[in-house]
Nanobody, 119 residues
């Protein structure tokens, strides 16, 4: 079965950087899309950005454009979320999720990793 394992979260001061990783296994990810989501306490889960597994096309929510970058290493089956110029409002649990081409949307999810940005 599909396994997605996030790592790299932690505590960072505002203006700092973190790089999250999402190690994927269990299927052929070609043609699908890997997304990053976040959920802050008391708030709904928010789409952060995504990358096409095969072509590498990326998309981002407006609030992170220019600060966050998603990349992937197909050989390692790993997707990265580089987060720069972090703000306290970026504090959340960040999760990766995979959407295959079967139309089911983001059906496979990781457990999430906490990112806390202090003033």
């Amino acid at each position: 079965q599909v396994q997605l394992v996030e790592s790299g979260g932690g505590l960072v001061q505002a203006g700092g950087s973190l790089r999250l990783s999402c190690a994927a296994s269990g299927r052929d990810f070609s043609g699908g899309t890997m997304g990053w989501f976040r959920q802050a306490p008391g708030q709904e889960r928010e789409f952060v950005g995504a990358i096409a597994w095969s072509g590498g096309t990326t998309s981002y929510v407006d609030s992170v454009k220019g600060r966050f970058t998603i990349s992937r290493d197909n050989a390692k089956n790993t997707v990265y979320l580089q987060m720069n110029s972090l703000k306290p409002e970026d504090t959340a649990v960040y999760s990766c999720a995979f959407a295959a081409v079967d139309g089911r949307g983001y059906a496979d999810w990781g457990q999430g990793t906490q990112v806390t940005v202090s003033l």
